[in-house]
Structures are given as structure tokens and as C-alpha cells.
């Protein structure tokens, strides 16, 4: 009998046994055991897939944010908007935000274009860029700095300003930060720029990108031929609506000419403008009436040559910025003359000086040169509803003129009034130490006090809130210094009791001294300590 069948494959058993054995029977009935519970298994997997389908089909899974409408996600898109790069990053999560990203314009209203600092910008980028903003108003930065030019990377900015070109009708903000060889290329063709809000030229670079010296730039002359394409004025109409200009290192009389077409211009920021040369001044001058509100003027000389052309009637906020240490005399009578032809109720006005190498600055010329008491008096006299004052000064040099005029009062109906500066509200003191003997707190009689015109203090300003304090200490900044004098004293404690101006001095340093040379003084049953708060 052959019994061959009932040997299985896996089974131990040799070929001379006839029947396999017992352990070999089991193990053959396990593997069929194993072998029908995989095709259960497999079934079980494959209904579970069936059941989790219909169960997604039913009930959503996904993101909250998925659920939301496109409108709702755009709306917080926008509110995510952080630099230049977050409408591509929000664009690379998945294809629902691209989709989203892509069809919210709002993201692609700010456009920043910068050579020099990472990787530049492309045409096909921009292109891309501008029709997603679709009818958007856009914010354009420009800027092209330290790099090395070559003709494919000129051929490539100026493709990239052609693309702006076709867009010019909806520019609302426009900032160029680069050489003055590309900036004719900008222009509105036969668009009008009626959208245009704020303009910004920063053009200090030759087309090289090598920084020009400031004795060569008059040299380079910004005509109005390359000005009037920037700004299209082509008719006065063009940049009706043009309400925030910024010119740097123009010429003059291309500064006057933006001027005298932007009619509507409410902000003026004019950096180190260009004189074309003596004999181009028209005596008297050409005046131009503006609605300008704020005006500021940066340099460090050649100001008062824009005022000459100036009338503003609705001036509230004047800030002169000088580079150079000291005013010059012949300055501060042109602004005096400024306001009174302009008859503007000015409310807010600045006298700056930034932080300059003092010791190479100061000599004996800027000395004789200051401004004097009858300089600073008449200055004032046209500030009659002036409330905030932003003064930089050299202690002890000019501080006789810089307040004197403060002290002068006369009798109302038996009481003292001002007459200088009778609206003032606020003093903001830059004070610049020049002389180590000198000591920061000398200046607190000078203000409104007896020092330099003999007055007692008592001179009456009842709208005086507050006076903040920045101390500068120019050739020994960390030099020690002594106690508070006893006349110091007395006129610090006056103003916090007498005119109840409150303080605040910038410096923590200059501030817990105050406080401990009052705590002194106080123990010697002269005064009360004073209330000092540090910004």
C-alpha cells in the first residue's frame, strides 16, 4: 500500500516512515489553520478601508481652518502678513492655501525689490507678483546697493522697472533707494498717477553702486528732466493727490519744482538738499503757496534757502535736523521770517542736533557764530500757539540764549504772562555737556530762571505739563560727577513745586542720582523730595 500522499511537504518524517508522525500531523493542521485565518485578515482589512471611506464621506476630518469660507482664511492671511516673505510661505503649505494665497490680493500689495543684500528679484518673479496684487494700490520699495554691476544685471533692473512702469496708475507708495542711473527709467508713459500718496527718493550712489563724496554730488546734477518722469508731471493734475514727499540729495530747485506741482502735499521730508549754485537764487524769490503740515529739514547747511521759497500756511509741525553742532545765525532769523509770511499757528517745532564727533566739530568760529539773545527772542514771538518745544542744545554755550527769552514776561491784570511762548505745554531738552568742569545740573536755573536775566522765579506758565531731560555728556561720558549745587537745587525744587511741571529724565543713571542728592538735600530740612519718574 502506498501511503507517499500522506507525507506533506512539511512534514519531519522521512521517506521510509509510512505515516507521518504525530507532531508532523499537528504541524500540517496548524499551517492550514494560519492559512485560512490570513484570508479572514486580509477580508477584515479590506472591509475596515470600505468603512473608514464611508465614515469620511459622512464625517469631516480635515483642519479647522478647512472648514472655514476662502474669504475668512483671506481675512487671516492678511493678518499674518509679517515681511516680504510670508505670501510665498503661506502659498508652499498645501494646494487649499496656494489656491487661497493666490486669489487674496491683499498679500501682494507690498512689493520690496532689493539688490545687494540677498538673493535679487527676477522679472518673471515681479511679473508674477503684480498680477497676483491684481487692482490692488501697490507699496513699492526699490533699493540697489553694494553690489557690482554688469550688463546683465542692469538689463534685468531695467526690465524690472518697465514692469512697474505698466503699473504706475496704481502706485500708492514709491521708495527709490539707489543710483541715479536708473532713476529716469521710472515713468507713468501716458497712466496718471493719481493714486500716488508718498514718494521717497534716496538717489546718494553713482550707477556703479560706488558711494558718491559729498563734495562731487552737486556735480551730479538731478534735473527736472530726470525728476519730472519719476513723478510724471507732466501737467499739474498728475500728482494731484501726492500727500507724502521725501527728497534726498536733490537739488534745490528740482525740490522747489516737486513743490510747486504737488499741491495737495501735507508731509515734507527734504534730506541734505543741493544748492545749483549761487547765481540760480532768485532775489526776492518766487513764493510758493503749500498745504504742507509737517515739514522737516535734514542737512547740514543751505536750509534756509528752501524756506526762502516756502508759504505754509497750515503748518502745525516744523523740525530742522542738523548735522553740524551748532545753528547758524543766519538761519534762525530765515525760519522767524518763514512763519511770519506764512501766518501758521505752529504747534509742534524741533531744533535738533544728531550725535556728531563733537571734539572735531566745535571751534572757535561755531563759537562766535551762535545765535544770539534778539535771535532766539524773535524766533519765538512767531510761536504764539506753539504747545510742544524739542530743543538740542551745548550747555553752557548757547543756554543763555536758548531760554532767556523764555524769562522775559509782562503784567495782565496783575498777573505775569509770557511773551515768548505762552502756549508751551511740553519742553523736550537734548543737552549736550561740552566742558568736563560743567555739570549737567547747572541747566535747571537757566530754565525760565535768574541766571541770565537777573529775574526771581516766578514767571507763570500755567499750561507747562511736563519737561523731559536727555543729558549728553560729550568729551567724558562716564566722567563722575558731583553733587547737585545748592542754586541747582533750589531751581529744581522750584519748577516741581512753584510751576508743578512734572519730570522725566531718559537716563536711569541721571535719574536715581536726582534722587539721592534731593533725599540729601531734603534731610538738611530745605525741601521735600521731589517726584523724578525715568522714561
Known sequence: MNTRHYITEKSLCGPSDPYPCGPCQKLTQMDKKIHKAAIALAALKQERQRLQQQAHQKHTH????????????????????????????LSTVCRTWRNIAYSTPQLWEKLSLQWGLERPPTPSLVKKWIGRASECLLNIRFSVANIRFNQETADSIIQIIDILNQRSHLWKNLTYDGP??????????????????TLDIRSCSQY?????????????????????????????????????????????????EALRRAHNLEKCILQRPRRDGINDLQSPPPIIESKIRYLELIDDGDLYHILAYLTCSSLKNLVINRSSITICTVELPVVAEFLRRSGCLLEDFSLLNPETSYSSNYDDDSINDLPD???????????????????????????????????????????????????????????????????????????????????????????????????????????????????????????????????????????????????????????????????
Not at 515768548?420 to 523736550?428: D, K
Request: hydrophobic content about 40%; aromatic content about 10%.
Open 62 to 89: 480635515e483642519p479647522f481652518i478647512y472648514q472655514l469660507p476662502s474669504e475668512i482664511v483671506s481675512a487671516i492671511f492678511e493678518l499674518c502678513l509679517l515681511n516680504q516673505r510670508t505670501p510665498l510661505a
Open 373 to 535: 539773545f534778539n535771535t532766539f527772542a524773535s524766533l519765538y514771538r512767531e510761536m504764539p500757539a506753539l504747545e510742544h518745544l524739542r530743543l538740542s542744545f551745548v550747555f553752557p554755550m548757547s543756554t543763555r540764549h536758548v531760554f532767556a527769552p523764555l524769562t522775559e514776561f509782562s503784567m495782565v491784570n496783575g498777573e505775569q504772562r509770557p511773551q515768548c511762548l505762552p502756549s508751551l505745554r511740553s519742553l523736550t531738552l537734548h543737552v549736550q555737556t561740552w566742558n568736563e568742569e560743567a555739570s549737567e545740573w547747572q541747566i535747571f536755573p537757566y530754565i525760565f530762571g535768574t541766571r541770565s536775566s537777573g529775574h526771581t522765579m516766578d514767571v507763570h506758565r500755567p499750561l507747562l505739563q511736563s519737561i523731559s531731560l536727555d543729558f549728553d555728556t560729550i568729551f567724558h561720558p562716564y566722567f563722575s560727577r558731583s553733587g547737585i549745587d545748592e542754586e541747582s537745587m533750589k531751581a529744581i525744587l522750584w519748577l516741581r513745586d512753584a510751576a508743578g511741571v512734572n519730570w522725566k529724565i531718559t537716563e536711569s543713571y541721571y535719574c536715581d542720582l536726582l534722587a539721592v542728592e534731593v533725599e540729601r538735600y531734603r534731610r538738611k530740612g530745605t525741601a521735600d523730595s521731589p517726584t523724578v519718574t525715568s522714561s
Open 180 to 197: 541715479l542711473g536708473f532713476l529716469p527709467n521710472f515713468s507713468s508713459g501716458n497712466q496718471n498717477l493719481s493714486q500716488l500718496r
Open 208 to 256: 556703479d553702486g560706488r558711494p558718491l563724496d559729498l563734495c562731487c554730488r552737486p556735480l551730479l546734477r538731478l534735473s527736472i528732466a530726470s525728476l519730472n518722469p519719476t513723478l510724471a508731471m507732466t501737467t499739474d493734475s498728475n500728482c494731484i493727490n501726492l500727500i507724502h514727499l521725501k527728497l534726498e540729495d536733490v537739488l534745490i530747485s528740482d525740490c522747489i
